[in-house]
């Protein structure tokens, strides 16, 4: 099955950190730019970050600006999101998925190989 396996999403107090691993399944990472998205309770999708396949981010949320960091290990298949400086409203699940393109990823077109996500909770 072609889809991505997310992971390290935990409970953590406002001001901690964490890193989230995305793992490809059934396909190979370096020929995809790949995004970050994230899910709050009763709130829509939205992205969060976007990596392309020459290692240029595209920050999505202006609220994670200095705070969320995107990389990518194409030779372990994984792209990872280390989170820093919680806030509570950070929770959610948090999904990746793969696009042809940047651009697509930051438009949120034709993403695919969606995972079933990691949940985050910030709160004290």
């Known amino acids: 099955q072609l889809q991505f396996v997310e992971s390290g999403g935990d409970l953590v107090q406002p001001g901690g950190s964490l890193r989230l691993s995305c793992v490809a399944s059934?396909?190979?990472?370096?020929?995809?730019?790949i995004g970050w998205f994230r899910q709050a309770p009763g709130k829509e999708r939205e992205g969060v970050l976007c990596i392309s396949r020459s290692d240029y981010i595209t920050n999505i949320a202006d609220s994670v600006k200095g705070r969320f960091i995107i990389t990518r290990d194409n030779t372990k298949n994984t792209v990872y999101l280390q989170m820093n400086s919680l806030r509570p409203e950070d929770t959610g699940v948090y999904y990746c998925?793969?696009?042809?393109?940047?651009?697509?990823?930051?438009?949120?077109?034709?993403?695919?190989?969606w995972g079933e996500g990691t949940l985050v909770t910030v709160s004290s």
């Open positions: 059934g396909f190979t990472l370096d020929s995809y730019a």
């Open positions: 998925a793969a696009a042809p393109v940047q651009a697509m990823c930051i438009k949120r077109v034709g993403m695919k190989y």
